[in-house]
C-alpha cells in the first residue's frame, strides 16, 4: 500500500507541458513554470515552514505557487478535455456567425488561414467573393487537447490569479499528534456547509469557500474566502483536522504523499484495483504525446 519513492520518481508523466512549437519540441511552459513560480517560491517556503514572518513579497510567491499546483495537474487536464468539448462548441458557433457580417463590414478580403500566436488550437479560413451580393464563406477548426489546455492555463496563471491577492490566507497546524499530508491534485477547492454536506467543485473566488494547500506535514495554507483567517500558526482541534485530512485524501486523482505510512489515509481513500481502467489510462497516456503532435503540427501548417 506504501512505498518509499524520490519526489521526481512520482506523479510524472513524460511530455505532459511539451509543445510542438516551429516544428520542434518546446518545453517553454514547464520552464517558465520553474522561472516564475518554483524557484522564486523556495525562500518563502523555507520561511513558512520554519514559523518565520513573511513578508508581502512571501504571501504572493505562495499564492502564486498554489495557483500553478492547482491548474497543471492530469485532474485538472482532465477537467479541462471534458470542460472544452462544450465550452469550444458553444464558442466557435458564436464566432462563426457573427464573423462574417464583421469581416464584410470592413471589406478586407482573408484568404490566408489566422492562428492565435499563443497556441490556441484555432484556424479560421475564409474566402470573400464580390459581386452584386458579396458571399463570405468561413471555415473554422479547433481541437480540444494539449494546446487548449496550456492555452488556458497560461490564461489562468497571467489573468485570473489576481482574485487569490484579494483573499485573506494563513497557515494552519494540525491538531497535536496529527499530521498533514497531500496528493497528486493537493490544492482542494472546498465548497462547505458541513462536515456531511461540502463538495471539492469550488472557485478561486467563491464567497466562503475554502482553498487548501499543505506545505508540509505541519504548515497548511488556508483560506476562507470573504472571511478573515484565524491567527498564522493557529493549531485546528481533532475534529477540523480530521475533516481536513479526510478532504486531502478524496481530493486527490492517483496517488497520496506522506511522510511515513498512515493507516487512517487508507480508510478515507480506499484504493480501487481494476485491471481494465489501469490499461485505459495507461493506454491514453501513452498516446498523449503521439497524438498531441499530430494535431500541433497540423494547425501549424500553413496551407
Known amino acids: 500500500m506504501w512505498k518509499k519513492s524520490p519526489p521526481k520518481a512520482v506523479a510524472y508523466h513524460l511530455h505532459l507541458y511539451s509543445q510542438l512549437k516551429d516544428q520542434e519540441l518546446d518545453d517553454e511552459v514547464e520552464q517558465w513554470f520553474d522561472k516564475e513560480?518554483?524557484?522564486p517560491v523556495q525562500s518563502a517556503l523555507n520561511r513558512a515552514i520554519s514559523d518565520l514572518?513573511?513578508?508581502?513579497?512571501?504571501?504572493?510567491?505562495?499564492?502564486?505557487?498554489?495557483?500553478?499546483?492547482?491548474?497543471?495537474?492530469?485532474?485538472?487536464?482532465?477537467?479541462?478535455?471534458?470542460?472544452?468539448?462544450i465550452i469550444f462548441s458553444q464558442t466557435l458557433k458564436k464566432l462563426q456567425k457573427n464573423l462574417p457580417k464583421r469581416l464584410l463590414e470592413q471589406r478586407q478580403e482573408y484568404s490566408n488561414p489566422?492562428?492565435?500566436?499563443?497556441?490556441?488550437?484555432?484556424?479560421?479560413t475564409t474566402t470573400y467573393e464580390e459581386g452584386s451580393e458579396p458571399t463570405m464563406i468561413v471555415n473554422i477548426e479547433s481541437y480540444t487537447g494539449r494546446s487548449s489546455w496550456l492555452f488556458s492555463l497560461k490564461h489562468i496563471l497571467n489573468n485570473t490569479i489576481n482574485i487569490l491577492n484579494k483573499h485573506k490566507w494563513t497557515i494552519i497546524r494540525p491538531y497535536n499528534g496529527m499530521k498533514w499530508f497531500t496528493s497528486d491534485n493537493p490544492v482542494v477547492r472546498l465548497n462547505f456547509i458541513s462536515q456531511n454536506q461540502y463538495d471539492l467543485k469550488g472557485g478561486w473566488g467563491v464567497k466562503r469557500g475554502n482553498i487548501i494547500f499543505p506545505l508540509d506535514s505541519e504548515h497548511l495554507l488556508f483560506t476562507e474566502i470573504g472571511c478573515k483567517p484565524p491567527i498564522k500558526g493557529t493549531r485546528f482541534?481533532?475534529?477540523?483536522?480530521?475533516?481536513?485530512?479526510?478532504?486531502?485524501?478524496?481530493?486527490?486523482?492517483?496517488?497520496?504523499?506522506?511522510n511515513e505510512p498512515d493507516p487512517e489515509i487508507e480508510k478515507y481513500a480506499p484504493r480501487i484495483?481494476?485491471?481494465?481502467?489501469?490499461?485505459?489510462?495507461?493506454?491514453?497516456?501513452?498516446?498523449?504525446?503521439?497524438?498531441?503532435?499530430?494535431?500541433?503540427?497540423?494547425?501549424?501548417?500553413?496551407?
Open 273 to 303: 484495483v481494476d485491471h481494465k481502467l489501469f490499461r485505459q489510462e495507461q493506454e491514453m497516456w501513452g498516446k498523449w504525446h503521439e497524438k498531441n503532435i499530430l494535431m500541433e503540427a497540423k494547425f501549424a501548417k500553413e496551407t
Open 114 to 124: 489566422t492562428k492565435h500566436k499563443n497556441h490556441l488550437p484555432l484556424k479560421i
Open 53 to 85: 514572518h513573511l513578508s508581502s513579497d512571501d504571501w504572493n510567491k505562495l499564492i502564486k505557487f498554489v495557483a500553478l499546483h492547482d491548474v497543471r495537474t492530469p485532474a485538472r487536464l482532465h477537467e479541462h478535455l471534458e470542460r472544452a468539448q
Open 237 to 258: 482541534n481533532k475534529e477540523k483536522t480530521l475533516f481536513i485530512r479526510k478532504i486531502i485524501a478524496e481530493n486527490s486523482y492517483r496517488m497520496i504523499f506522506s
Open 37 to 39: 513560480f518554483e524557484t
